[in-house]
């Protein structure tokens, strides 16, 4: 089993060494944040094929209007909205009632810095240079009790994402089968051989009791998990990471944040349409997604899953039959408990004078306002502006997402 943390200091090992599992049945709500790295172009993933203006503005890349029984066209969902084809595996959770796109969605920062966006979007401060943690560690520190669970929240990543950085304890793990330890300011140790030469104070008082604690992962075991109900992930590092996600949830282990990424999504040249460069991206998650759904069964009606990106792109196609940087994207709001089977969202449309600045699709809903009725709704926290300060959600803004 594998655990790589980043920042993980003396004081989390004894919480974690002294921390008991929570039963199933207490294990409560769970949140899954997805994060595609590099911008995702919302126009090509939630299809505005009403639009006609869509047509004009992408000649070459645009996803055509649905034709039942034709699958090189938009899956219509409403009339206006469709999705990508590749994402057709996504298409019976929305029947379901279990999938909510939202469209003109994304941050109010203007910026088109990839590093810069995804900074303000993991902190929940757009444009706040100044914040030290992220939105999900100020969740986290709502209830400090809780943080005696060691796994409530753990992202597989290869190191901690900007959203789990604070003082309340988090775990990222590059994945279950490599079991490392990241110490603060230090190179990553095998966590045996930390162990061994530790000193007294920082791991031989506890280490027994953190090996016994550890061995809570082994209802996970990453080699012989057999996923359930038929489902199939795809051999991505993303199906990966949401199997393993899957795994932990079964596993009882006490997971209420789970987080992923996928990069991949900065298409700047030869997008592709239909098929291309960003339809392979989409097959993939689109796949992994709904695997997901499949193994947990049941179990999603206290998962909520949520896909964030850093802005959406230009919605006039370069001349490299790619989309450069741009505002408003579109995300997926994906549980049991959510209001899905419809697009959320008030669409902005695409004439020249309805685009922020002229050129790329304008922000209609914050993603904040999204995340805080996950927060609010979905996992029941109080004191909601703690976690994103700076910011409110009157009734008037909501999209009543549950």
Not at 99 to 127: C, K
Not at 187 to 216: M, N, P, S, V, W
Not at 367 to 394: I, M
Request: neutral net charge; glycine residues 12%; charged residues 20%.
């Amino acid at each position: 089993m594998a655990l790589v943390t980043m920042g993980l200091s003396p004081a989390f090992l004894r919480r974690l060494a002294f921390a008991a599992p929570r039963r199933r049945e207490d294990s409560g709500k769970i949140l899954i944040c997805l994060f595609q790295r590099g911008a995702a172009d919302g126009l090509n993933i939630v299809v505005p094929h009403g639009e006609p203006i869509y047509y004009e503005l992408r000649p070459s890349i645009a996803i055509p209007r649905p034709q039942p029984g034709n699958p090189g066209t938009a899956i219509d969902l409403d009339g206006f909205f469709g999705l990508h084809p590749a994402l057709a595996p996504l298409k019976p959770l929305y029947d379901r009632g279990l999938l909510a796109p939202i469209q003109a969605v994304g941050s109010p920062s203007s910026t088109r810095s990839h590093f810069d966006a995804q900074d303000f979007m993991e902190t929940g401060t757009p444009d706040v240079r100044t914040t030290h943690d992220g939105w999900i560690n100020r969740y986290l520190q709502l209830d400090p009790r809780l943080g005696r669970a060691p796994f409530r929240a753990v992202a597989l990543t290869g190191q901690t994402p900007r959203s789990f950085e604070g003082p309340a304890p988090t775990i990222a793990m590059a994945g279950l089968n490599d079991f490392m330890v990241r110490t603060r300011g230090a190179d990553i140790l095998r966590f045996e051989t930390l162990y061994r030469e530790g000193t007294a104070d920082l791991i031989h008082a506890t280490g027994t009791e953190t090996f016994e604690a550890l061995k809570i992962l082994q209802a996970a075991n990453a080699r012989q998990y057999a996923p359930a109900n038929g489902a199939i992930y795809p051999g991505s590092p993303l199906g990966r990471s949401l199997q393993q996600i899957a795994q932990l949830i079964k596993a009882g282990v006490g997971l209420e944040i789970a987080f992923a990424d996928v990069g991949g999504w900065d298409t700047h040249v030869n997008q592709g349409g239909v098929t291309g460069q960003l339809a392979q991206r989409l097959d993939d998650f689109g796949r992994a997604i709904a695997a997901l759904v499949t193994d947990l069964g049941d179990r999603m009606a206290d998962v909520v899953l949520v896909t964030l990106s850093e802005f959406g792109r230009m919605a006039k196609q370069n001349g490299d039959a790619g989309t450069d940087h741009g505002h408003a994207g579109a995300i997926f709001v994906l549980g049991g408990a959510v209001k899905g089977g419809q697009v959320l969202g008030r669409w902005p449309g695409l004439a020249r004078e309805q685009l922020f600045e002229g050129r790329d699709l304008a922000l209609t809903t914050d993603f904040r306002t999204v995340l805080w009725e996950v927060v609010e709704r979905h996992l029941e926290a109080r004191s909601v502006e703690r976690v994103f300060p700076g910011f409110s959600v009157g009734e008037a803004g909501r999209i009543s997402l549950f």
